[in-house]
Nanobody, 123 residues
Framework: QVQLVESGGGLVQAGGSLRLSCAAS????????MGWFRQAPGKEREFVAT????????YYTDSVKGRFTISRDNAKNTVYLQMNSLKPEDTAVYYC????????????????WGQGTQVTVSS
């Protein structure tokens, strides 16, 4: 089992920045690729970014490329999502998740999920 706890969400004006963190406990953190997803009200959960086990490979959905950066610190069992130039359409609950595969964009391919953290971007 892997337990994931997100933090860092909040209310920010358009153009601002937030840094989300996801702390993992349980099984070996570096055994898992990590992903960030988001879900807006009335919409399906969508893929945002993923990072491989070592942290050397990353992949983003097109709408966040150049604005968001995913990273991880395996010594701290933590994955991060730095979000810059935020837009109102980024408003959603953000979830981190763990998977044994790589470049999994489908949430069904992830084995463990956090409880989510709310990000609200005002215009």
């Amino acid at each position: 089992q892997v337990q994931l706890v997100e933090s860092g969400g909040g209310l920010v004006q358009a153009g601002g920045s937030l840094r989300l963190s996801c702390a993992a406990s349980g099984r070996t953190f570096s055994d898992y690729a990590m992903g960030w997803f988001r879900q807006a009200p009335g919409k399906e959960r969508e893929f945002v970014a993923t990072i491989n086990r070592s942290g050397y490979l990353t992949y983003y959905t097109d709408s966040v490329k150049g604005r968001f950066t995913i990273s991880r610190d395996n010594a701290k069992n933590t994955v991060y999502l730095q979000m810059n130039s935020l837009k109102p359409e980024d408003t959603a609950v953000y979830y981190c998740a763990a998977t044994t595969g790589w470049k999994n964009l489908n949430p069904d391919r992830y084995d463990y999920w956090g409880q989510g953290t709310q990000v609200t971007v005002s215009s």
